[in-house]
């Protein structure tokens, strides 16, 4: 149908608009950096270690530079641009060094590869070094799958979980999709979609304590809906939904968990289970 | 960061009627309904991913165009107007709108106005000044005249009543016009009708607002489903058009691809039942239309908005309400809680320049940035990027010289200093890693009532270990299973 409006295009070209062509993915390299995030080295450290053992299973050396802190994105979403530059400014520094940069949270990598260019907005000079940030920088579920192509024999026990993807993951990284195929390889694993999958479970970083009752019926509706999908557990790439939806799980005192995707995967394809 | 404050003393914030709208069983179980419905009804309407992407595109440049001649266009609409016969009028703020319409209505000595749905109407708030000049102004639309009845304003741009079940209808009908109650819709909707029939015929003006208006030709093109906006543009002898300044496209090939973003964004039809084209009055050997049609354009802020590259793009909204029915902040508190006239992630980017962010301070923060409004709109506002935006604008300090209307309403030197702190700590790897070793040991002894945030969530208790620390040991190990 749009061809019949392609005479309206700006210079009448009758081609339609440009849209991004889907991301390429490179060779598996050598090695490559793991960048933590701020909220997996406070609360799910093991998530991060996880995500580490799961690349060097790749055949991939994994590494930690010990001063990376946090993409900045705390201080970006809540207006105070010229401390997330600063933040930012840190973290561009650090991983100037050429090799893939894996995330194994899609909002940061959302912040590395999309919001560093409106970061740096003014800074032609740090835009080249942003862009090439963003060139090599992939979110976990999306490396595993893309650049290492993995092939797992799933040496769990059979199960079925849901998968909750944090919003910018879905909407800037495709992580929803990413995750969804990686764990399509696990023969013995089961994924139950929830009621309104695709909402927001109201984390939003300082939005859940900016706006508290709002933030607090989302994740209600959102616990709920993940209670009521049948799933014996909740995975997500996203450290940030989880400390919310674990949280609010616990104040409930519900028995039902998610947990880190990284540390689900490793468990399926290491065969070892941790209490 | 807010502090946990009593409710009652926030009843005139965003928060404090989001608190009540959230306790409010019937209200989440209107819009829950309403929503999901409407949500499904877009997904149908494009069932195809590759051209609803491709149209979108085009949407966005044909809007982007047209606003980069904006003042061009505007002229050449006024000429083409006026050449087919319509009077236009300019109006900087809501007050000279209302003050020409009346002047208008005045000059007729018109007592009684029946308007068809106009959001701009309601943020001109014309029914009120009207009335104050013992002028009557009816709604008929059928939604608009719900919440007329019931002395509210509406909630959704698009279907104003649609916080309110047909039983609740059915009761206010009730209540107000003495009628039966009845659960059947269509015979609700007939009860409307018929009082509103006789207003047709019997009013001096009728007032309509516009979708596009189209510079090359000089039509005002207006959209809708019910036929009350072709009888109240056509019934009366004076009808008036008002609308935002936004609202103008180059030509008719260019509102094809629009129409049909607009009505199955908004509705998932792939068209309304009526589609109005007036170019002018009624000519000399016509039957009917009528005598005298007025354009007035508003500006109210948003050449405000236009003088900035970024949020410039806030004017390229078609009015679909595509991002309220998508957004799960809408879906739960509904469109009253907003407190202004356009609801919703859009009306969070248009009010700041329309009533200046000291009105409204809380809603740039009152979304979680979980991008779905951004996700649908027909025309591409990077609705998530513009509440960025404003938050920056909104965190000013005067010296900073913020960019938006009364910008600046949340400075605050407390929470400057807090994020100051923040960037210190991530920025200093001895001083990041100093605070590692105190969260991983001392966590457990943080206190168990962190602020909001306890209020749903447990207390989050740091892990023994920090990542940092887990990843220095196992690569120093060689530890490679």
Redesign the interface.
């Known amino acids: 149908?749009?061809e019949?409006?392609?005479?309206?295009?700006?210079n009448a070209t009758r081609v339609?608009?440009?849209?991004p062509a889907p991301r390429t993915y490179p060779a598996k390299p050598a090695e490559v950096t793991?960048f933590?995030t701020?909220v997996?080295?406070?609360?799910?450290?093991?998530a991060?270690?996880d995500a580490?053992?799961l690349l060097?299973?790749e055949g991939i050396r994994?590494?930690?530079p010990?001063?990376q802190?946090?993409c900045?994105q705390?201080?970006?979403?809540?207006?105070?641009?010229?401390?997330?530059r600063?933040?930012a400014?840190?973290q561009l520094n650090l991983l100037d060094n050429g090799m893939p940069v894996v995330v194994p949270s899609g909002s940061c990598a959302g912040m590395f590869r999309q919001h560093y260019r409106?970061v740096f907005a003014e800074e032609p000079d740090t835009l080249k070094r942003v862009d090439n940030l963003a060139e090599r920088t992939f979110e976990l579920t999306e490396f595993l799958l893309h650049v290492c192509k993995v092939d797992w024999q799933d040496l769990g026990q059979p199960t079925q979980i849901a998968l909750h993807t944090s919003?910018?993951a879905?909407?800037?990284m495709n992580t929803h999709l990413h995750a969804r195929e990686l764990l399509g390889k696990l023969a013995n694993v089961k994924r139950l979609d929830h009621d309104h999958e695709?909402?927001?479970c109201?984390?939003?970083?300082?939005?859940?304590?900016?706006?508290?009752?709002?933030?607090?019926?989302?994740?209600?509706d959102k616990t709920r809906s993940l209670r009521e999908s049948g799933a014996a557990e909740m995975v997500t790439a996203d450290g940030g939904c989880l400390?919310?939806i674990n949280?609010?799980l616990?104040?409930q005192k519900q028995t039902f968990r998610g947990r880190h995707l990284a540390s689900f995967l490793w468990e399926r394809v290491?065969g070892e289970v941790k209490s | 960061m807010s502090q946990r404050i009593p409710v009652k003393e926030l009843t005139d914030s965003f928060r404090g009627r989001a608190v009540g709208a959230l306790a409010d069983d019937q209200l989440r179980t209107n819009f829950r309904i309403a929503m999901d419905s409407l949500m499904q009804k877009r997904a149908d309407a494009f069932p195809d991913e590759e051209e609803r992407e491709g149209l979108r595109e085009l949407g966005n440049h044909i809007k982007a165009r047209a606003l980069s001649r904006l003042p061009d266009l505007l002229e050449q609409l006024e000429t083409r107007l006026t050449a087919n016969g319509v009077k236009v009028h300019w109006a900087e703020t809501t007050e000279e709108a209302n003050r020409i319409v009346h002047s208008i209505i005045e000059a007729k000595q018109g007592s009684q106005v029946v308007k068809g749905k106009s959001m701009v109407s309601e943020e001109m708030e014309m029914n009120d000044y009207l009335a104050d000049r013992n002028i009557e102004c009816l709604e008929s639309d059928m939604g608009e005249y719900i919440v007329q009845l019931d002395g509210e304003k509406p909630s959704h741009i698009i279907m104003p009543a649609i916080h309110k079940n047909r039983f609740q209808v059915s009761k206010l009908f009730h209540d107000k016009l003495g009628v039966d109650e009845t659960e059947d819709v269509n015979e609700l909707i007939q009860i409307g009708r018929r009082t509103l029939r006789q207003k047709f015929l019997e009013a001096d003006v009728g007032v309509s607002g516009v979708n596009f208006a189209i510079a090359e030709t000089g039509t005002l093109l207006l959209v809708e489903n019910e036929g009350n906006g072709r009888m109240s543009t056509t019934a009366p002898p004076v009808h008036i058009a008002v609308t935002g300044i936004e609202k103008v496209v180059e030509n008719l090939r260019d509102v094809v691809p629009l129409l049909s973003l607009l009505t199955r964004s908004a509705l998932g039809q792939p068209i309304t039942t009526y589609v109005n084209m007036i170019s002018g009055p009624r000519k000399a050997d016509e039957l009917d239309g009528p005598e005298e049609v007025h354009l007035v354009l508003l500006d109210n802020g948003r050449s405000g908005a236009f003088a900035d590259a970024q949020l410039r793009q806030t004017l390229n909204c078609i009015r679909c309400g595509a991002c309220m029915n998508h957004c799960p902040v809408y879906a739960r508190v509904g469109g009253h809680t907003y407190g202004e006239v356009y609801p919703g992630p859009i009306g969070k980017i248009i009010t700041p320049h329309m009533v200046g962010l000291h009105k409204v301070p809380d809603h740039p923060s009152a979304s979680s940035l979980c991008g779905a409004c951004g996700e649908v709109c027909p025309v591409k506002i990077p609705i998530p990027e513009m509440l960025q935006r404003l938050r920056q604008e909104n965190v000013k300090s005067p010296a900073e010289q913020p960019k938006v209307k009364d910008g600046g309403a949340k400075y605050s030197r407390k929470e400057r200093a807090i994020w100051r702190f923040w960037a210190s700590l991530n920025t200093s790897p001895v001083f990041y890693r100093l605070f590692l070793w105190g969260a991983t040991r001392f966590g457990k002894l943080a206190p168990k009532n962190v602020g909001p945030w306890t209020e749903n969530h447990s207390a989050p208790v740091p892990a023994r270990r920090s990542l940092h620390d887990l990843a220095k040991a196992h690569l120093n190990q060689g530890d490679q299973r």
């Open positions: 149908m749009t019949l409006f392609y005479d309206a295009a700006p339609a608009p440009e849209r793991l933590g701020c997996v080295d406070l609360f799910f450290p093991e991060g270690l580490i053992r060097e299973r994994v590494h930690f010990q001063e802190s946090c900045g705390p201080a970006w979403t809540s207006g105070y641009v010229n401390e997330a600063e933040v400014r840190a409106e919003c910018s879905r909407r800037e695709s909402e927001c109201g984390f939003g970083g300082t939005f859940s304590v900016r706006m508290p009752e709002v933030s607090g019926a989302m994740v209600l400390l919310n949280g609010s616990e104040k290491s």
